[in-house]
C-alpha cells in the first residue's frame, strides 16, 4: 500500500523560511511528478510546485524566486524550501505523486501538513 508522509511544517514570523518534506512509501514506480499543492483556509487546493520524473520544475507565479522544489526526480521524495514567507502563504501544503498507467490513472495524497505564517 503507497503512503505519502509529509514533516516540517509549523509556525514562522513572515519573512522567515520552512523546509517541507515528502516521502513515498511502498511505491515501486516513478510518478510523471510529484507536487506540493496549498490549501489556503476557507479556499481551494492550489498547486504550488512539482517535480517531472526528468528533473524539470514548475512553480505558481505567486511563489516564484521564494520557494525551491528539490528532490529525487519523482522516485519516492520531494522537498519544498519555503523563503520569505509571506502570511498568505498560511495554510495546508500537501504532497501529491500521480502516475499514468496503461488504463488508470493513479494519484496519491499525504495527510497534510499546517504552516503559519505570522505578520
Known amino acids: 500500500q503507497v503512503q505519502v508522509v509529509e514533516s516540517g511544517g509549523g509556525l514562522v514570523q513572515a519573512g522567515g523560511s520552512l523546509r517541507l518534506s515528502c516521502v513515498v512509501f511502498?511505491?515501486?514506480?516513478?510518478?510523471?511528478?510529484m507536487a506540493w499543492y496549498h490549501q489556503a483556509p476557507g479556499k481551494q487546493r492550489e498547486l504550488v510546485a512539482r517535480?517531472?520524473?526528468?528533473?524539470?520544475?514548475n512553480y505558481a507565479d505567486s511563489v516564484k524566486g521564494r520557494f525551491t522544489v528539490s528532490g529525487d526526480n519523482a522516485k519516492t521524495t520531494l522537498h519544498l524550501q519555503m523563503n520569505n514567507l509571506k502570511p498568505e502563504d498560511t495554510g495546508v501544503y500537501y504532497c501529491?505523486?500521480?502516475?499514468?498507467?496503461?488504463?488508470?490513472?493513479?494519484?496519491?495524497w499525504g495527510q497534510g501538513t499546517q504552516v503559519t505564517v505570522s505578520s
Open positions: 501529491n505523486a500521480k502516475v499514468s498507467g496503461l488504463y488508470d490513472v493513479y494519484e496519491y
Open positions: 511502498g511505491s515501486t514506480l516513478t510518478f510523471d511528478y
Open positions: 517535480m517531472i520524473s526528468g528533473g524539470s520544475t
